[in-house]
């Protein structure tokens, strides 16, 4: 058996299964790169909530392991200090700036909290991510929902303003938005943000940040440090691996970050604040990540070219594609070989969203799409 390098690290269950070293003994080893398992129904690979298929990284892990010596005080030591600081040179922001929360959930939540309690309405795109609309919903709030436009599914900026009226509070972004990963054109997207943020708050979720490739997107973050109404949510769950560890931030001005910190609920573990020190500066770790998930990304858009099936090329870890059919069907059908892929998107119930996962599970995606799907 050949000795352990620092790249099977990085690689995680992928080389440690060529040298012979992982079987699949688990649940968890939801990967056809893992010796042994076979994806089944009831444990199919994990296609479906846009993770990362390589884990959290072994220095996060390291780190948390660490940490734990610590994991008795309240409030660690210094520690959260030290995570903003690295976050802020990372964005070229000021630390006073960032708040770290419990993942980008919770910044969603505080988000559509600080709306309930003040009274307004809620604007958001359809389709879009759920957090922040779906918890407005259940505290009461109204929604108002803006249809993507239609040729280019991506988020109608124009149709926003149209829509705009007095009682809107927040208008909520997702850049590149889920479950479509397109993205915004940075000049119209400034332009948006500084005119509707002087009418009520702007929310941009910029959960990929990390996976964008368009020259044309650009992070709304040094517009939020500046300004009381616009909030810019990151999280460290997809290319850090963290989904499970649960670290997410918000970048806004220090008076609009404390109205945030009075109103939420939970705090961040030591342990996580520790691994997302780690997992933040491992850029070689987030180097492959971002490799893999490009090569992975080319197997799903070969089969797709191929068949002429309607896609997005992705700026995120995961694309959306038309099937033609009930997506409760796709499900279905994917499901029967052991893939799992996301859920319902209405009213785009006649396509789905694939998370993407290693290259070679990619490859068997292709393979039972093609059987599957293709007559
Ligand atoms: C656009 C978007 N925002 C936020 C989240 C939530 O992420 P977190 O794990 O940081 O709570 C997700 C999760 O899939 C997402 O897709």
């Known amino acids: 058996m050949r000795e352990l390098t620092r790249r099977d690290w990085l690689k995680g269950t992928s080389s440690l299964a060529a040298a012979g070293l992982v079987y699949a003994t688990t649940a968890q080893a939801q990967s056809v790169t893992v010796r042994g398992y076979t994806p089944t ?16 990284p072994r220095s996060a892990q390291s780190a948390m392991t660490k940490a734990f010596s610590s994991s008795h005080l309240y409030g660690g030591r210094g520690d959260r200090q030290a995570l903003r600081q690295i976050i802020a040179d990372q964005n070229g922001i000021p630390a006073e700036n960032i708040f770290i929360a419990g993942g980008s959930k919770e910044v969603l939540k505080v988000g559509a909290l600080m709306i309930a309690l003040e009274g307004g309405t809620v604007m958001a795109a359809n389709p879009t991510y759920h957090d922040l609309v779906r918890y407005s919903d259940w505290v009461g709030t109204t929604l108002k929902w803006v249809d993507v436009d239609q040729e280019t599914m991506t988020t109608d900026l124009d149709a926003m303003r149209a829509a705009y009226t007095d009682e809107v509070k927040l208008i909520y972004l997702c850049n590149p938005n889920n479950p479509i990963p397109t993205i915004l054109e940075k000049n119209k997207l400034r332009e948006f943000c500084l005119e509707m943020s002087q009418k009520c708050m702007v929310f941009v979720d910029e959960a990929y940040h990390e996976f964008v490739t368009d020259p044309n997107y650009e992070s709304m973050a ?148 093609e059987k599957e799907f293709v007559s």
């Open 41 to 56: 129904r009831a444990n199919p690979i994990r296609m479906s909530s846009n993770e990362n298929p390589y884990g959290v």
């Open 222 to 369: 040094s517009l939020a440090v500046n300004n009381d109404n616009i909030i810019v949510s990151r999280t460290a769950s997809k290319i850090h691996g963290f989904a499970g560890v649960r670290v997410g931030f918000a970048f806004s001005t220090p008076a609009t970050l404390a109205k945030m910190n009075q109103r939420v609920t939970g705090t961040v573990a030591t342990p996580a604040i520790h691994g997302a020190i780690a997992a933040y500066q491992d850029h070689e770790f987030m180097d492959f990540i971002k490799r893999k998930n490009q090569e992975a990304l080319q197997e799903v858009y070969k089969v797709f070219e191929k068949h002429n099936v309607r896609h997005f090329k992705s700026n995120s870890n995961f694309t959306f594609f038309h099937t033609g059919i009930d997506f409760a069907e796709v499900k279905d059908r994917f499901l029967n070989h052991g893939i799992d892929v996301g859920r319902p998107f209405p009213p785009y119930l006649d396509w789905a969203r694939v998370s993407i996962a290693k290259p070679e599970d990619m490859v068997y995606f292709a393979e039972v799409y």
